[in-house]
């Protein structure tokens, strides 16, 4: 288990950079947190970490978007809108859970059923106690056994 505090955005994307850069082919990571709570700051330093250019948003209104142009295949799910499961299979997602590139599930949660039982949990957290900009960040393992 690795946990961080942020105090910034900035401090955000370089851990997600950091994460990133240690990514390695077959890993599906997940993602948890409220609204703004900074996954897509997350994502986006996730991203540069493995290497890719292009610009990476929230896929908000499609489920799956694939960046080729880093040193690994990264498949960046966005489950927040699916309606059921049959979405997921309909894109085929066993293909990229159990392929050879990096996977990171925004909103896992929703689809927890479909999770390899092998994966990291990334989940960020607020504590309006110490201030609006911290955050609680933490990466686990999870189905290791
Ligand atoms: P999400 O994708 O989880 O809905 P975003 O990443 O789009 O959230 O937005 C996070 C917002 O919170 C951004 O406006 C960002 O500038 C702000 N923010 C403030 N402090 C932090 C922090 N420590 N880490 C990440 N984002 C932060
Ligand atoms: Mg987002």
Redesign the pocket.
Known sequence: MERIE????E??YEFGRKIGQGAQPGEVYTLI??????????TQGFAAGLGIAEPVN?PTFTILQIYDDGRLPFYHFDVYRIGDASEMDEIGYEEYFYGDGVCLV?WANLIGELLPPVHRSVT?EKDPAQG????RITVEERGRI
């Open positions: 942020t105090h910034s955005a401090e955000t947190g409220d609204l703004g709570a900074g996954k897509t700051v997350f929230s925004e960020i609006f900009d911290y955050r």
